[in-house]
């Protein structure tokens, strides 16, 4: 009966998940083309990607799977092999699981069109990410309304939106927060952040009518408003 072995994996990261090549042993398989497939490692073993490998020398590679548009989390790899003496089909098959961790984006800046608004404002929201990420994805709020409806700006690691009006957090408040609370990459990753950014509220000041100053108050006459 053929046997075979398959290499540890341990992790496959950003650098390798694009081309990662699969390593082993294998006895009386050489010559042979062994299937590689790559499942997840839940009860479903949902195969996400297929390959191969010939076995030489008792020792056998697998072309290059790409494994870069796939969520982190864990895989597992079965190779497959097929003998065949006197009309006899011999199976040999082995699987290991992996971890794949490709770095996530994050949130690197945000900015607004103008450095402060008044209440009642239309304010652009800029997002920009260490990676590309979904804008459907992008969980924020300003001033604890929703921000949506976010467009890409040249590519997915920019995004902008407009929110239509300032929220009036009341008089005595200062800045308006924008909050962003999480957003999502285009393998579907998640990331959960709690990031805030200040966007200082424009004063505003309002002279009570006056209309006329009589002799009567002209010398010491007092202004008011709010």
């Known amino acids: 009966t053929p046997t ?19 390593t082993g042993t294998a006895k009386r398989l050489d010559g042979q083309v062994l299937s590689v497939e790559i ?19 008792g020792s056998w590679t697998s072309r290059g799977i790409n494994l870069s548009g796939q ?17 006899i089909d011999m199976e040999a ?14 949130l690197t800046s945000a900015s607004f069109d103008k450095p402060h ?15 590309a990420v979904k804008g459907d994805t992008i969980q924020a709020t300003l001033a604890g309304a929703a921000v949506s409806g976010f467009t890409m700006q ?15 957090l009341g008089d005595t408040v200062l800045s308006a927060i924008l909050a962003v609370s999480g957003f999502g990459d285009d393998s579907g990753n998640t990331v959960t952040v709690d990031q805030q950014y200040t966007l200082p509220i424009t004063p505003t000041l309002t002279i009570a009518d006056v209309d006329k100053v009589d002799e009567s108050e002209a010398a010491n006459y007092q202004f008011t408003g709010t």
Do not use: M
């Not at 997840?40 to 020398?57: K, L, P």
């Not at 009642?120 to 260490?130: A, I, N, R």
């Open 71 to 87: 969520p982190n989390g864990n895989y597992q790899v079965v190779v497959t092999g097929t003998s065949t003496v006197d009309g």
């Open 4 to 22: 075979l072995t398959i290499a540890d994996v341990d992790k496959v990261d950003e650098s390798e998940a694009a081309n990662y090549q699969f």
């Open 117 to 131: 608004h008044l209440v009642g404002d239309p304010v652009e929201v800029t997002l920009t990410f260490s990676k």
């Open 39 to 57: 499942k997840t490692a839940d009860a479903s073993a949902t195969t996400i990607a297929t390959g191969n490998a010939e076995v030489q020398n």
């Open 93 to 106: 098959q082995q699987q290991r699981e992996f971890e794949l961790e490709q770095a996530l984006p994050s």
């Open 154 to 168: 040249g590519d997915a690691k920019t995004w902008k939106a407009e929110v239509a009006s300032l929220a009036d």
